[in-house]
């Protein structure tokens, strides 16, 4: 069972101790996306180029490219490219937001301003297609897990570990009085490429300014974005990622390591 639970986004084993011969009880919530682009890409057009990493130095990465129109909105430091998912039998849409700082190390001013604002996202979303001229956005995939109580005790959630917590509302049963929460473990995985994303505890985004008109705006995501996944019509959910931990493997590189501050799933 340890084994099901803690590998479930990675398909991989688990970390060694989340789940032991003192366990009672393993609450799981999950989130699976998966979703195939409107317009998808051609893969025989995809080709390995740099990418600028945050400390300067440059690594090997498969870049995707389109002749075709995008959605795109140029502002005074950064740039947003929406993807459409094509729709399911629930018709709702969703959509890839890709968030560009203009410079190569713009990642942390991008965030910063995404972070002071709630109704940023809203405002900066592209509303319609524009040419295009160069246009490239990498392939990539992400695995990341992290072990959440010690953040919850900081922000002052601590009853549920302590050996007080009354469990008894969510366990119908007398040994409810004598659990409590001993850890919560969050792993995310997300894969984008030429047909589309699948994400098992979504990705995501974040960044800002004022509108420039521009006729046929470049898209180069060759250094560090933010990206997240939104239903369009009301806001289902969204995380936020600094960027990938690693490209996909390309010919001409083994897997790259990346920075990857944090992963963080919130409803709307």
């Keep these: 069972m340890g084994r099901d639970c803690n590998g479930w986004p990675y398909k991989r084993p688990p970390s060694q101790g989340s789940v032991n011969q003192n366990t009672r009880l393993v609450l799981s919530n999950a989130l699976y996306f998966k979703g195939a682009w409107t317009e998808k890409f051609d893969a025989s057009e995809t080709k390995d180029d740099e990418f600028h990493l945050l400390d300067g130095s440059l ?17 005074d ?91 008894t509302e969510m366990v119908d049963s007398p040994v409810g009085r004598d659990l409590y929460v001993s850890s919560i473990h969050h792993k995310s995985f997300i894969e984008v490429n030429e ?15 004022r509108a420039l008109v521009r006729e046929t705006p470049d898209f180069v995501a060759d250094h560090p974005f933010a990206f997240l996944i939104r239903e369009d019509m009301t806001g289902l959910f969204y995380s936020l990622v600094m960027s990938s931990t690693h490209w996909w493997p390309s010919k001409k590189t083994k897997k790259v390591k990346m920075y990857m501050p944090y992963m963080n799933y919130r409803p709307f």
């Design 59 to 75: 690594v090997q990465a498969p870049f995707m490219t389109s002749g075709k129109k995008q959605f795109i909105s140029s502002y």
């Design 77 to 167: 430091n950064f740039k947003v490219l929406k993807l459409p998912y094509k729709q399911g039998d629930d018709k709702r849409q969703f959509s890839m937001y890709i968030f560009l700082p203009e410079a190569n190390d713009g990642l942390w001013n991008l965030t910063e301003k995404l972070g002071s604002d709630p109704e940023f996202l809203n405002r900066h979303l592209p509303k319609q297609k524009v040419s295009v001229g160069k246009f490239k956005i990498p392939k990539f995939k992400i695995s990341f897990g992290f072990e959440a109580s010690q953040t919850l005790k900081a922000m002052g959630l601590t009853l549920p570990f302590s050996a007080g917590a009354d469990l």
């Design 195 to 209: 047909e589309g994303t699948e994400a098992a505890a979504t990705s995501a985004a974040v960044v800002m300014m």
